[in-house]
C-alpha cells in the first residue's frame, strides 16, 4: 500500500506540473484575437469538466490510502509509515 500511494501522488504531482507548464508557455491573451481567446476558453472549460475531475479523484484517492495505511499499522501496532515530506497531505 505504501508503494501505491506513493505512485498515485507522483503521478498527479508530475500531471499538475505538465498542466502548469503548458499553460505557462502559452502566448500572451493581449496578442490573441477573438476566435483564440474563445477556442483557449473551451480547451479550460473541457479541462474543469474531463482532466480536472480526474486529477481531484486521484488526489483524494491518494489522500484515503494515506489514512488506510496509517490506521492499519497503528492497528496492527507496527512501524509507522515515513512519507517523503513533499508526497504527505496537506493537513487544514
Keep these: 500500500m505504501p ?3 506513493i505512485a498515485r501522488v507522483t ?5 499538475i506540473k505538465e498542466i502548469t507548464e503548458s499553460w505557462n508557455s502559452g ?3 493581449d496578442q490573441m484575437d477573438y476566435p483564440t481567446l474563445k477556442s483557449k476558453a473551451n480547451e479550460f ?3 474543469k469538466r474531463t482532466t480536472k ?3 481531484v ?8 490510502t494515506f489514512g488506510n495505511i496509517r490506521t492499519k499499522l497503528k ?7 515515513e512519507c517523503p515530506e513533499h508526497l504527505q497531505p496537506k493537513v487544514k
Excluded at 479523484?57 to 484515503?64: H, I, N, P, W
Design 53 to 55: 475531475r480526474e486529477l
Design 11 to 15: 503521478k498527479v504531482l508530475q500531471s
Design 27 to 29: 502566448s500572451s491573451t
Design 75 to 81: 492497528t496492527y501496532n507496527l512501524k509507522p509509515f
Design 45 to 47: 472549460t473541457e479541462y
Design 57 to 64: 479523484q486521484s488526489k483524494f484517492d491518494a489522500e484515503t
Design 3 to 5: 508503494n501505491d500511494y
